[in-house]
């Protein structure tokens, strides 16, 4: 049974820093591609980041570029998004997900419907 699980999230004034991890159970991580999403109150759910099965490659959504960085750890099956600057706006709930790929990542990592496999998702909250 496959199973993700996001952790990290939490109350964050603007500009401070989290880290949010993505534990993967059931699969072999360095099969899979992963993706991080969000989705805000009111708002559909929108793709940050991608990371490639290998690692070596990686994908930024403009909002975030810059201020975030995704990792993976394929020994702790494990892929993780190191968040700093944020912003206000940056307020949703953060889910990842898994598909089987071991191609370079680019702009369509964040289509949705290609993942197979979702995390129950971590709240990110940015105020003061």
């Known amino acids: 049974q496959v199973q993700l699980v996001e952790s990290g999230g939490g109350l964050v004034q603007p500009g401070g820093s989290l880290r949010l991890s993505c534990a993967a159970s059931?699969?072999?991580?360095?099969?899979?591609?992963i993706g991080w999403f969000r989705q805000a109150p009111g708002k559909e759910r929108e793709g940050v980041s991608c990371?490639?099965?290998?690692?070596?490659?990686?994908y930024y959504v403009d909002s975030v570029k810059g201020r975030f960085t995704i990792s993976r750890d394929n020994a702790k099956n494990t892929v993780y998004l190191q968040m700093n600057s944020l912003k206000p706006e940056d307020t949703a709930v953060y889910y990842c997900a898994a598909v089987q790929s071991f191609s370079p990542v680019h702009s369509m990592c964040v289509i949705i419907g290609q993942y197979d496999y979702w995390g129950q998702g971590t709240q990110v909250t940015v105020s003061s």
């Open positions: 990371i490639s099965s290998s690692g070596g490659s990686t």
């Open positions: 059931g699969l072999t991580s360095g099969y899979y591609a």
